[in-house]
């Protein structure tokens, strides 16, 4: 089953500017992870934010998160080529480990 | 750090054939889990393993078997591969965390 929802499916941007991707989920979750994927490779672990908060950051990364309206962002800043990349998250569900993932956002980072 | 492995990063089989692919994780980690990435459908889950010879169907699990002898591997069996399931094929092991952690992947043409 597929909860998380990325908007937008793909955005391109300069390199030096900021990006912003926002997952939907429909259910209540425990946490939300963002996850990142280079082409053709498996995905790395980015930054995890718990029900109970409502920021985080992690270097360049902040996550926001809002469970009233159920979504939660992903602002990358100062963006480099580096970068460039698909961007996932993924909710928890209750008593399991299993995870629910969203179709992915596809940055591109132009130089 | 963790690491996750997985047998083969491309693989080209023949309608009919069996298909063995396997992940192998170095860091003890009790549940693993086997996912295929299709485009725009993001990640859904094919099996999970929360033990040694313990195993659970996710979503999509037909067509598909798992083998976990050993803590360290577990193994997706394609029984008799179709042209449907060419697609990536990511592994991913869980410590008593929420963080999983993903092998490269196996892009995996059925001919």
């Known amino acids: ?76 800043t100062a963006s480099r080529a580096a970068d460039t990349a698909s961007y996932f998250c993924a909710t928890d569900e209750d008593s399991n480990y299993q995870l629910i993932w969203g179709a992915g956002t596809k940055l591109i980072i132009k130089p | 750090d963790v690491k996750v492995t997985q ?12 298909v063995f692919l396997e992940c192998v994780q170095d860091m ?29 169907k996710g979503d999509i699990p037909e067509g598909y078997s798992v083998s976990r002898e050993k803590k360290e591997r577990f193994s997706l069996i394609l029984e008799s591969a179709s042209t449907n399931q060419t697609s990536m094929y990511l592994c991913a092991s869980l410590s008593g965390g929420e963080t999983q952690y993903f092998g490269p992947g196996t892009r995996l043409l059925v001919l």
């Open chain 1, 1 to 76: 089953s597929q909860q998380g929802e990325e908007d937008p499916q793909a955005l391109s941007i300069q390199e030096g500017e900021n990006a912003t991707m926002n997952c939907s989920y429909k259910t209540s979750i425990n946490n939300l992870q963002w996850y990142r994927q280079n082409s053709g490779r498996g995905l790395v672990h980015l930054i995890l934010i718990r029900s109970n908060e409502r920021e985080k950051h992690s270097g360049r990364l902040r996550v926001t998160l809002d469970t009233s309206k159920k979504s939660s962002s992903l602002l990358i």
């Open chain 2, 7 to 18: 047998s083969s990063r491309y693989l080209v089989k023949r309608t009919g054939e069996k």
């Open chain 2, 28 to 56: 003890d980690h009790e549940n693993m889990f086997w996912y295929r990435q299709d485009p725009g459908l993001g990640l859904r889950l094919i099996y999970f393993s929360y033990d040694v010879k313990m195993k659970e």
